[in-house]
Antibody, heavy 122, light 107 residues
Framework: QVQLQESGPGLVKPSQTLSLTCTVSGDSISSGDHYWSWIRQPPGKGLEWIGY???????YNNPSLTGRVTISVDTSKNQFSLKLTSVSDADTAVYYC??????????????WGQGTLVIVSS | DIQMTQSPSSVSASVGDRITISCRAS??????LAWYQQKPGKAPNLLIY???TLQSGVPSRFSGSGSGTDFSLTISSLQPEDFATYYC?????????FGQGTKLEIK
């Protein structure tokens, strides 16, 4: 059974950097079978895809967050991470790490981590 | 970005009802579409991918259809555990985008 677990601070001050790590169990990031994504959801709102990473380190980020997002991978720990710089209130959200499955442009997210709430506040 | 618009935004229904949720893309996405169910305080859960393929373990009362710009999710006979929020998502073009969600409530 594949499981993903987010970890990191639940409170970040404005203008600082949000850092989260996702630990994967039951699957190997280094197998290269899947992509690994971050998705966020502001309280009471919808879902926003942040970006993905492949085992090779290849990434694609949502242009809406260009310049602020870095997604990295540590295959030795079977983890991938998210850094979001210069955060503001608008970055307060539940952050999910997810496995991206599929082929060609047929992509879907399964499974999802349980999510971690990050609040941006001084 | 491709805009995904769901309708209705919310709907009230009763156990046993048949309901359909629509999802319209701002441009053609062939059938690169998935549907998710989210219950309060929980992560979304995959229901359907490739517009109409049921994820393993998902009850057969759920079905998806559509291609191009217009898609739908149908629940043939609502069960108490189906009351949740549903999201569509396209993967035709980066960035992947989601609909705003449809909240299904008990009447």
């Amino acid at each position: 059974q594949v499981q993903l677990q987010e970890s990191g601070p639940g409170l970040v001050k404005p203008s600082q950097t949000l850092s989260l790590t996702c630990t994967v169990s039951g699957d190997s990031i280094s197998s290269g079978d899947h992509y690994w994504s971050w998705i966020r959801q502001p309280p009471g709102k919808g879902l926003e895809w942040i970006g993905y990473i492949y085992h090779s380190g290849h990434t694609y980020n949502n242009p809406s967050l260009t310049g602020r997002v870095t997604i990295s991978v540590d295959t030795s720990k079977n983890q991938f991470s998210l850094k979001l710089t210069s955060v503001s209130d608008a970055d307060t959200a539940v952050y999910y790490c997810v496995r991206e499955v599929g082929y060609s442009w047929y992509r879907w997210f399964d499974p999802w981590g349980q999510g971690t709430l990050v609040i941006v506040s001084s | 970005d491709i805009q995904m618009t769901q309708s209705p935004s919310s709907v009230s229904a009763s156990v046993g009802d048949r309901i359909t949720i629509s999802c319209r893309a701002s441009q053609g996405i062939i059938n690169y579409l998935a549907w998710y169910q989210q219950k309060p305080g929980k992560a979304p859960n995959l229901l359907i991918y490739r517009a109409s393929t049921l994820q393993s373990g998902v009850p057969s009362r759920f079905s998806g259809s559509g291609s191009g710009t217009d898609f739908s999710l149908t629940i043939s006979s609502l069960q108490p555990e189906d009351f949740a929020t549903y999201y569509c998502q396209q993967t035709n073009t980066f960035p992947y985008t989601f609909g705003q969600g449809t909240k299904l409530e008990i009447k």
